[in-house]
Nanobody
């Protein structure tokens, strides 16, 4: 099973940027779609962005479109989430996860389609 470690979170001001990283273990990491989810206090975990195994397809939740960019470097077993123009409502614990399926041509927005999860990295945006 792939082990995932998120990093890059922190405390920033509204309008600032952060880049989150999701580092995966093992040679199979590059075969999975990877998604970012987030969970704010008192709220359910929600989909943020996803990328297919080869990076050819990406998707975002509406609230981050135009501000966040997901990318991956399979040579480094890492997926990134570049977050720009951060807003206080982006404050949450951010998780990355890998899909159950390999070499898929699409990604899912559903939590149940993801098998391995990291422990999360906290992002706090002050106004």
């Amino acid at each position: 099973q792939v082990q995932l470690v998120e990093s890059g979170g922190g405390l920033v001001q509204a309008g600032d940027s952060l880049r989150l990283s999701c580092a995966g273990s093992g040679r199979t990491f590059s075969t999975y779609a990877v998604a970012w989810f987030r969970q704010a206090p008192g709220k359910e975990r929600e989909f943020v962005a996803a990328i297919t195994w080869n990076g050819r397809s990406t998707g975002y939740t509406d609230s981050v479109k135009g501000r966040f960019i997901i990318s991956r470097d399979n040579a480094r077993n890492t997926v990134y989430l570049q977050m720009n123009s951060l807003k206080p409502e982006d404050t949450a614990l951010y998780f990355c996860a890998t899909s159950w399926s390999v070499y898929g041509t699409t990604y899912s927005r559903r939590e149940g389609e993801y098998k391995s999860w990291g422990q999360g990295t906290q992002v706090t945006v002050s106004s």
